[in-house]
């Protein structure tokens, strides 16, 4: 049996083309994960325990090193302990870890721990589409991962 450390890993999330991240979605909003139109997407760590994963930004910048939480039906940014745990869907609905993945490109669903499926919600404009629970539109996830066996970074020789 893989160890946590074995199952986390780096990876790039997108909609389509379009990246997703932790970007402001109206001036003044709180910042919020995103499918956006520019730029790059964040590179989240998944961090497995057991079989649901945290996600942290791994992203160099302002918000390198937080934790994707859930405030409401909108997933943010957090510094501090609160955190939101997902499970990883794949096209069979089955749930799946890292040790799952037969290639590095995968498409996915990200569900929290309690059962509700990500969504997003409809767009207009150019502004960044908000990743929520009550989101209009099924969400379907590329995931390119970057790196496997990936420690925490406060701990590089964990096994």
Same mark, same amino acid.
């Given at each position: 049996?893989?160890?946590?450390? @074995?199952?986390?890993?780096?990876?790039?999330?997108?909609? &389509?083309?379009?990246?997703? *991240?932790?970007?402001? *979605?109206?001036?003044?909003?709180?910042?919020?994960? #995103?499918?956006? $139109?520019?730029?790059? #997407?964040?590179? %989240? $760590? %998944? *961090?497995?325990?057991?079989?649901?994963?945290? !996600?942290?930004?791994?992203?160099? &910048?302002?918000? /390198?090193?937080?934790?994707?939480? @859930? @405030?409401?039906?909108? /997933?943010? &940014?957090?510094?501090?302990?609160?955190?939101?745990?997902?499970?990883?869907?794949?096209?069979?609905?089955?749930?799946?870890?890292?040790?799952? %993945?037969?290639?590095?490109?995968?498409?996915?669903?990200? @569900?929290?721990?309690?059962?509700?499926? !990500?969504?997003?919600?409809?767009?207009? #404009?150019? /502004?960044?589409?908000?990743?929520?629970?009550?989101?209009?539109?099924?969400?379907?996830?590329?995931?390119?991962?970057?790196?496997?066996?990936?420690? $925490?970074?406060?701990?590089?020789?964990?096994?």
């Amino acid at each position: 049996m893989n160890t946590n450390r @074995q199952k986390s890993f780096l990876a790039t999330l997108s909609v &389509g083309n379009s990246p997703v *991240r932790l970007t402001t *979605r109206y001036p003044k909003e709180a910042i919020v994960l #995103a499918k956006t $139109y520019t730029g790059l #997407a964040d590179t %989240f $760590y %998944f *961090r497995c325990t057991d079989d649901y994963y945290t !996600l942290y930004i791994r992203t160099e &910048g302002e918000h /390198f090193g937080k934790v994707i939480d @859930q @405030q409401g039906n909108a /997933f943010t &940014g957090s510094s501090n302990q609160s955190h939101v745990n997902f499970n990883i869907i794949g096209t069979n609905g089955k749930i799946l870890t890292l040790e799952d %993945f037969s290639s590095d490109d995968q498409v996915i669903q990200l @569900q929290t721990t309690q059962g509700n499926i !990500l969504r997003s919600e409809f767009g207009w #404009a150019d /502004f960044p589409v908000r990743l929520e629970l009550e989101g209009q539109l099924a969400l379907y996830l590329n995931l390119n991962i970057l790196q496997r066996n990936v420690p $925490y970074l406060s701990n590089p020789d964990e096994v």
